[in-house]
């Protein structure tokens, strides 16, 4: 074992790692809850920097061989998972000014962080639980209604059959071949064998789960409702990111044939045209972000259709801008009163009037979200069905397409409430806190970038 | 190179407009009103200069800009002038100060918002007339939709909410099929050659089964006949004009429904040259429908502002129907009808706006008498309507008659080789003429003759801002009126290349006869 490549490679956890213990010592050395948020802040921006500064230099190495390796791509992953965390910090202020958030956080974002330099099942499965099980501690954090255990708990059940199904179809692929890698994964797509391709699916069928997928998506509207603001944040952008581009590492770069594009295709539609139907009658902001984020998850597993080459880079850049956008939305709600209210749509009603700038993030990240250019989100949608036609599946292109447009409506929806509905009564303008200003910007700025000149990080992608 | 420096100038001026309005303290409506002004007015100096410079007999483009932008894809950031879109450009250009004066008085509300989308639009459709790169054609050809969805859902009418989203799910729908077949389109020509690249330059002559045309036509053609809008597609116009604010009227009559033909003209037809000229009888039919319906429409309206919404459709039948001539001189009639629609209805909806503003009502059946207490109106009103009809010496005479021209030169020899079907379809197409004549001219009667009825009523005249905006709209609706040669020259070359791409070897038969004389009549007047 080669100590520097452990060091340099694993660099990115490192440093969550010390924040982490940082985090532990402060809370045993210090009642003073603000330096919380500062070492978590430090930490993964440290972390998100290395990852960014290792992926351009293009740093290849395999600490732990046929367990961990690392390459370019890997570590662009990792920053564009980590990257989304910092505004997630940035809102949880508010919500919670201390206790063990920011720990779980940390600790969700390490396992993010390990899955997405996996090479065996082993280390999949071991990122992915360090990922998930924070993240259904961290919905019931803030508990303030009663509904939030019934979320938590069908998150925690539905997150426990998804390892389940992970861990069976790993052990099927091991019956079947022998080995743990995630490249022999790829061998199994190919095979006719009934024990391969229940391997095959049930690995998918965590996937699905984990990411949302229409039908496996019930979990998400209750726990995105149920969590507060930060934590919504989260689980949309960054644990779905990781989930997804560990999809990515999963497929590597087999193109799929057969019954599983159909498999894929159909599902993913599904997620589509369910997603976007069924947030057009949600009246909370969070349970219409989730089922949107159902629709989102939809686009990236169109992803899966297209050769391998352009997948990562689709799924990477979707995963960017679609969290940024997010992000952009939830930093710009109204301050934090009453949760319950600030989560009603309808409050929403006049908000331009109330806070100009606000209304107008809110209403850029939903034509965004809607894919209108020149907003990044059309460039990430192009990208994907792109690549599903070029692999030559014009009507599932078509098909996702006209799913999209049927998304349009629910998010125009949100920009007339802004701009062209007149306040409901009794609402007073709240003066936005400055981290959540702070946030806005982190998300804004990239967000310009991107808009400007995609080139510039599809290049390196 | 320094033509090409000016041309990013217009174009981004604009976003430099909003950047300079979003910048000013609170409060200071009047100052937003006035640099706004400033700024448009800039951008038409400028771009007239460069319509001066325009050398019509150059065949390409001039003053092109040609980056790597998402170089990767083959995208590129690719703006440039040619015939196509010279004169359309100086058309935006030359509205833009005319709408930011003619909303000095009407908004009152978030003028700031206001000021910024009408500049955001104004970008949006520059972009959309200079792009000569596939995806980023697309990419403004969308961005359209947010600041007209702000426009008219947010300083519209009562019913502003339901028109805005009707609006945008019509239109977006269109786009969204675009989006697949342009892929599929740059995806088969990358196969072919193995030259990735959205440049339309490189995508004409792209080979294509018969099959897929069809299907990429129908995918491109929804979209641009939504815009444009082609009977039966049109049902989202009257409400999105009827709910509009008087700025959002003038700039989707003046600009925006030109990109639908300019979709077609530019991209359309010539992209899949064999479907279009299969699809050109139907184009063809459903141009002269247009026509006819939208003028039937425009009869039986009493709400003013929906009589000059449906006459649009009609107009832009005439367009529509010169294009499907594939005629040199129905092609160079098509851009001067949408030039000249732009100037008429512009003006006619800002017309409707100033009364509108007076009187709060837009019933036809209120009004009555208006020249004994409005003179200067009326005449300017008279004017205009007599260029919506085609009155000769007005713009509209030129764009009707050159249609029409081009309609029977394309017909009469397919009559004589035994096919009179397109032949019907023009004679139908001239009843149009006398229809425009009817519901105009009756709208005239109804609003400036017989007895006097004023809402609201006593109400001033025009005032000077008022009168300054009809008149200078007069002034290139007279020009193009009586000297068509030199807008016309401007055309030239890029009818011949629509013409060369779509209709193929068939064009020289008698499409390529009356060209010269045009060169002709144009150094005459030199």
């Keep these: 074992m080669n100590w520097t490549q452990v060091l340099v490679a694993m660099l990115p956890e490192h440093l969550l790692l010390a924040g982490i213990v940082m985090l532990l010592l402060l809370d045993i050395a210090s009642d003073r809850p603000r330096g919380q948020l500062a070492v978590a802040l430090a930490a993964v921006i440290a972390a998100t920097l290395a990852a960014s500064v290792l992926a351009i230099a293009g740093y290849t190495a395999e600490p732990f061989a046929g367990q961990l390796s690392v390459d370019s791509s890997a570590f662009a992953a990792k920053a564009i998972v980590l990257v989304l965390a910092i505004p997630v910090l940035l809102l949880a202020r508010d919500e919670f000014p201390d206790g063990p958030f920011y720990l779980l956080l940390l600790s969700s974002l390490y396992g993010a962080s390990l899955i997405l330099s996996a090479d065996s099942f082993l280390t999949l499965f071991l990122g992915l639980e360090l990922m998930s099980i924070p993240v259904y501690t961290m919905v019931l954090l803030a508990m303030r209604r009663p509904d939030c255990t019934e979320a938590a708990l069908k998150y925690l059940i539905l997150g426990g059959t998804a390892t389940a199904m992970l861990l069976m179809g790993v052990s099927l692929q091991f019956g079947y071949t022998g080995s743990l890698q995630l490249a022999d994964f790829g061998l199994l797509l190919d095979t006719g064998s009934p024990m391969a391709q229940s391997a095959v699916v049930l690995v998918l069928l965590a996937f699905f789960l984990k990411a949302a997928i229409v039908p496996f998506h019930t979990w998400a509207p209750d726990a995105y409702e149920a969590a507060t603001v930060p934590v919504t944040g989260f689980m949309a952008t960054v644990v779905k990111a990781g989930v997804l581009l560990a999809a990515v590492r999963l497929f590597g770069y087999e193109s799929l044939s057969g019954h599983l594009v159909e498999l894929l295709a159909v599902l993913a539609l599904a997620s589509i045209v369910w997603g976007n139907l069924a947030a057009i009658r949600q009246t909370s902001f969070r349970r219409m972000i989730a089922y949107s984020s159902i629709a989102h998850a939809g686009y990236l597993f169109y992803a899966f259709l297209g050769d391998g080459e352009g997948r990562f880079q689709a799924v990477a850049f979707y995963s960017l801008v679609y969290g940024l956008m997010n992000l952009l939305a939830f930093a710009s709600l109204p301050a934090a009163g009453d949760d319950a209210e600030r989560d009603r749509l309808e409050n929403l009603k006049g908000y331009y009037q109330r806070a100009p700038f606000a209304a107008v993030m809110i209403a850029m990240a939903m034509f965004s979200l809607a894919g209108i250019p020149p907003l990044p989100g059309f460039v990430a949608k192009f990208l994907i069905f792109r690549n599903v036609i070029e692999a030559g599946y014009t009507l599932y292109a078509v098909l996702g397409l006209v799913g999209s447009y049927l998304g349009i409506y629910f998010y125009l929806r949100l920009v007339v409430y802004m701009f062209m509905s007149p306040a409901p009564a009794g609402l007073q303008p709240q003066p936005t806190a400055r981290l959540a200003l702070g946030a806005t910007l982190i998300c804004l700025v990239p967000t310009i970038v991107l808009m400007v000149y995609p080139g510039g990080l599809l290049r390196g992608l | ?526």
């Excluded at chain 2, 040619?82 to 003619?102: C, E, H, K, Q, S």
Aim: charged content about 10%; aromatic content about 12%; hydrophobic content about 55%.
């Design chain 2, 1 to 526: 190179m320094a033509d090409a420096i000016l041309l990013n100038i217009v174009l981004y001026l604009p976003l430099l407009g909003i950047a300079l309005i979003v910048a000013l303290p609170e409060g200071q409506d009047d100052r937003v009103r006035h640099l706004s002004f400033g700024v448009m007015l800039a951008q038409f100096v400028i771009t007239a200069m460069l319509y001066l410079r325009f050398d019509p007999t150059v065949a390409g483009l001039q003053a092109e800009t040609n980056l790597p932008w998402i170089a990767d894809w083959g995208v590129y950031y690719r703006i440039g002038l040619d015939g196509y879109n010279v004169l359309l450009v100086l058309l935006t250009a030359f509205l833009g100060p005319l709408v930011v004066a003619g909303a000095f008085s009407a908004i009152q509300k978030d003028v700031k918002l206001f000021f910024s989308m009408v500049f955001f639009i104004q970008f949006a459709m520059l972009g959309t007339f200079l792009a000569q790169d596939l995806l980023l054609f697309y990419i403004f050809w969308e961005t359209m939709l947010i600041p007209m969805f702000l426009i008219i859902g947010i300083w519209g009418g009562e019913r502003r909410i339901y028109a805005t989203v009707k609006f945008v799910l019509y239109t977006a729908f269109g786009s969204i099929l675009m989006l697949a077949a342009l892929i599929y389109l740059v995806w088969s020509q990358y196969t072919e050659t193995g030259n990735l690249s959205f440049a339309l330059a490189d995508l004409f002559g792209t080979q294509l089964t018969m099959r897929e045309q069809g299907w990429l036509l129908a995918a491109f053609a929804l979209s641009f006949a939504i815009k444009v809008p082609m009977v039966p597609l049109h049902t989202w116009l009257p409400d999105a004009h009827v709910e509009a604010p008087t700025t959002g009227s003038v700039i989707l009559a003046g600009v925006l429904l030109k990109m639908g033909t300019y979709g077609f003209i530019k991209l359309g037809f010539p992209l899949f040259p064999e479907a279009s000229l299969a699809a050109m009888p139907i184009v063809m039919a459903l141009a002269v429908i247009s026509i006819v319906y939208g003028a039937c429409l425009a009869l039986v309206q009493t709400d003013i502002k929906k009589i000059i919404a449906y006459s649009s459709i009609s107009h832009l039948g005439y367009v529509m129907l010169g294009l499907a001539s594939l005629d040199l001189l129905g092609i160079q009639g098509a851009i001067i009808q949408m030039v000249s629609h732009g100037l008429t209805a512009a003006g006619l909806f800002l017309m409707v706006g100033m009364i509108y503003e007076r009187c709060h009502t837009r019933d036809l059946g209120a009004y009555g008498g208006l020249a004994k207490v409005l003179p200067v109106y009326s005449v300017f009103f008279m004017i205009l309507t007599l260029a919506a009809i085609g009155l000769p010496t007005t713009s509209g005479f030129t764009g009707e008659f050159l249609v029409l021209m081009g309609a029977f030169l394309a017909a009469w020899p397919q009559h004589l080789a035994g096919d009179s079907v397109p032949l019907v379809w023009a004679v139908i197409a001239v009843s149009g003429v006398v229809l425009g004549a009817m519901y105009m001219l009756w709208l005239a009667q109804r609003l400036l003759y017989g007895t006097t009825k004023v809402p609201h009523g006593p109400v001033a005249d025009l005032n000077r801002r008022e009168r300054l905006i009809l008149a200078a709209l007069l002034v290139p609706v007279f020009w193009i009126g009586l000297a068509p040669a030199e807008p016309m020259l401007k055309t030239e070359q890029a009818a011949l290349h629509f013409q060369r791409l779509v209709a193929g070897p068939r064009a020289t038969s008698s499409g390529s006869a009356p060209a010269p004389v045009v060169q002709q009549t144009a150094e005459a007047t030199r």
